[in-house]
């Protein structure tokens, strides 16, 4: 019961601030976001760009896509993102035991943010299209690529978030890893909320 | 059920269920042009900086990181804003 104990003399309060500025897990993984984050700003610019020289191709081609997976793989992403965070705010309150399942299940949003992908590639592979067929799915496919690579890199992050977790590694005393990990997993979601509307909606 | 809107990270979850449902629903109903644009854009920035305050945490983090990926966002939208202007020219 000593973590009942702990709870009942430090309250939780899951989502409020600290009293001092805290950056959130390592100041090594922050720089490796803003890498990514600018990498992945000049993909959205070099789309964005290449569209307004080809729009008529660009408004053709959108209409192949699958909006509905679209739309589907982004409230995935959003509740994977969302159980990652519940994983945390349990290793604050000292809940060690709360920390792996939350982990897994945002892992399983992973997995089926990818099956979902794997379905789309599959009826486009299908018919024939490649990243020669034109300008739009040579964006279309190489920028949702680059992003399921990214998925699948966060996944092998929470996997081993998950192990070290199931050992007790996180909670009250050290949440830093976690936090880490959960930033990383949460840039994935950034970045498909800005690539559904792009590549998939406007037009 | 009210409890759990007193969780910030819960209120983002919620909100970003729903901003995806309109993204999803202007694109059902065939939106295009300025508007549209302008609506999805500002969308996905409320959505992008709910993940970068609520989930990522970053509402109490030192003012520079908040700038740096809140900045990352402004920049992205507005060449991506740009980038539609010149195509609708």
């Not at chain 1, 081609?61 to 589907?72: E, H, I, M």
Request: glycine letters at 8%; proline letters at 3%.
């Amino acid at each position: 019961m000593q973590t009942m104990n702990t709870a009942a003399i430090s309250p939780p309060q899951p989502g409020t601030a600290p009293t001092s500025p805290h950056l959130p897990g390592d100041l090594a993984i922050w720089f490796f976001i803003l890498a990514e984050l600018l990498a992945f700003a000049v993909f959205f610019s070099a789309y964005a760009f290449a569209r307004a020289s080809h729009v008529e191709e660009f408004n053709l081609y959108q209409q192949t896509l699958d909006r509905n997976l679209g739309a589907l793989n982004t409230l995935l992403l959003i509740t994977g993102s969302w159980f990652v965070v519940r994983a945390v705010q349990a290793a604050h309150r000292d809940d060690i035991k709360a920390v792996p399942p939350n982990i897994l299940l945002g892992w399983l949003c992973g997995g089926g943010f990818l099956v979902v992908k794997v379905i789309e590639y599959a009826e486009k592979f299908g018919a024939g299209i490649s990243l020669s067929t034109n300008t739009f799915y040579m964006f279309y496919i190489s920028l949702t690529f680059f992003h399921f690579m990214h998925v699948i890199l966060g996944m092998v992050i929470l996997t081993v978030l998950w192990f070290q977790a199931k050992n007790g590694a996180y909670g009250g005393h050290n949440a830093h890893g976690l936090e880490s990990g959960a930033a990383y997993w949460h840039m994935v979601d950034l970045l498909w909320i800005v690539l559904f509307p792009l590549v998939y909606v406007m037009r | 059920m009210l409890a759990a809107l007193r969780n910030s990270a819960h209120r983002a979850w919620l909100v970003l269920m729903i901003a995806t449902g309109i993204t999803w629903y202007l694109g059902e109903v065939g939106a295009a042009g300025t508007w549209a644009i302008v609506a999805m854009l500002a969308i996905a920035f409320v959505k992008g900086r709910l993940v970068i305050l609520d989930f990522m945490e970053l509402r109490a983090a030192p003012k520079m990181w908040r700038v740096l990926l809140e900045g990352w966002l402004i920049v992205v939208s507005s060449l991506i804003l740009l980038a539609y202007w010149i195509s609708l020219k």
